[in-house]
């Protein structure tokens, strides 16, 4: 058996290194990432720039592959170009920080390197850490952070995974693990309505043009069963069925053309 490990926040960062001892006594890993921080980048793919592949040593001692581009470049070239085998199981993360809700599904650089792999049929699990430090998300991990209880659920779910594959109809599942786990079990929740409001900050550079900054401010819209309720308010490990079709009712825009 054989896993194909990748993220969008760098191959350096430590939460990847958490997924590859969730699931390294199960099977083979290989871990293929963007070489630098990839996060809101969605499943973007890079079309007008050549691609470097280098080899790292993690910090575990093991050789990984950094992508010169995206977590789809990423997923892509593992896939077609480094792995001469479809890979059993693929895992996006572990991303620092939560990945939430409608919006954040088709932004997140995690569910685009997620939603790549099972693009091809592969079992796919895209799995994040929620953090209390809004400073520490982006870093690359320089920052500590406690991943043992994720690495816990995710060899869980790994097992049941590289067991069953995926239940039919399903693509890939979106985990998300509180900061302070009330139990450990994962609760099946929907995806939740958008979670930030966009915080556009202007300023000047030194020349007196304005530059934009957007940031977001996160809050809870949605209510219990949704995964931002669940993962932020009941501290619940939260695990979320994902269809990639987005083809929505044909039959109703069927009679609204006519
Ligand atoms: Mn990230």
């Known amino acids: 058996m054989k896993a194909l490990l990748s993220n969008d926040d760098g191959i350096t ?44 040593t993690l910090r575990d001692g093991s050789i990984g592959y950094g992508v010169s581009g995206t977590p789809t470049d990423a ?29 954040e599904l088709t932004t997140s650089g995690t569910l685009g390197a997620a939603i790549e792999a099972a693009s091809f049929g592969i079992p796919t699990i895209a799995i994040s850490q929620e953090v209390t430090r809004d400073d520490i998300k982006f870093e690359k991990g320089k920052i500590e952070i406690d991943f043992d209880f ?23 599942l979106n985990v998300n693990i509180p900061a302070n786990p009330s139990d450990e079990e994962f609760e099946v929740v929907r995806l939740g309505d958008r979670m930030y409001s966009p915080i556009i900050q202007k300023r000047q550079d030194p020349r007196g043009k304005p530059y934009y900054w957007i940031n977001g401010e996160p809050y809870e819209l949605d209510g219990p069963g949704s995964d931002g309720y669940e993962l932020r308010r009941e501290q619940k490990t939260t695990i979320t069925p994902i269809k990639i079709d987005l083809t929505s009712d044909m039959s109703s825009l069927k009679e609204w053309l006519k």
């Open 13 to 56: 960062a430590s939460g990847i290194l958490a997924s590859k001892k969730a699931v390294e006594n199960l099977c083979d890993t290989y871990v293929v990432a963007p070489e630098t921080q990839q996060s809101g980048i969605g499943h973007a793919l890079t079309l007008y720039e050549p691609l470097r592949v280098n080899e790292y």
């Open 75 to 103: 997923v892509t070239i593992a896939l077609f170009e480094i792995m001469d085998e479809k890979p059993d199981l693929m895992i996006s993360g572990i991303n620092t920080g939560y990945n939430l809700g409608k919006a």
């Open 150 to 172: 994720a690495s816990k659920m995710l060899n869980k779910l790994a097992k049941i995974v590289l067991k069953k594959g995926l239940p039919e109809g399903i693509d890939l």
